[in-house]
């Protein structure tokens, strides 16, 4: 398996189908480049997602997480890119990306996007 940052998101079968439940995420190393200045932008990005029939490979959401270190995004738009990258690989029955991103200018931007 790859230790490259990578677009491409791995899914496994869901073990309880049938079952509602909720998996969350905490990522605390999250890092695009500011579309402006060519400055990293560093943040935490949450995901929560009740699954249907797959859930999506942690690995590869870490190697995906990490694709984002040289791409150049504002926040807004790299936290619903995200969610539709998500949404499109493993179709959840409810989804939430929040992008919880560090002071700039003296601003904090928090940026939440929800699925349906």
């Known amino acids: 398996m790859s230790t490259q940052p990578s677009t491409e998101l791995d899914t496994f079968p869901n073990p309880r189908p049938g079952r509602n439940y909720e998996i969350r995420f905490?990522?605390?190393e999250f890092t695009c480049v500011c579309?402006?200045?060519?400055?990293?932008?560093?943040?935490?990005?949450?995901?929560?997602?009740?699954?249907?029939?797959?859930?999506?490979?942690?690995?590869?959401?870490?190697?995906?997480?990490?694709?984002?270190?040289?791409v150049g995004a504002f926040h807004e738009a790299v936290t619903n890119k995200i969610l539709d990258d998500l949404v499109a690989a493993i179709s959840p029955k409810k989804m939430v990306v929040e992008g919880d991103f560090w002071v700039r200018?003296?601003?904090?931007?928090?940026?939440?996007?929800?699925?349906?």
Do not use: M, N
């Open 105 to 116: 200018g003296g601003i904090t931007t928090v940026v939440e996007v929800q699925h349906p």
């Open 26 to 28: 905490d990522c605390p």
């Open 35 to 70: 579309p402006k200045t060519g400055q990293p932008d560093f943040a935490t990005i949450r995901i929560r997602y009740t699954p249907d029939e797959t859930c999506v490979e942690l690995k590869s959401l870490k190697l995906y997480l990490w694709s984002y270190r040289e």
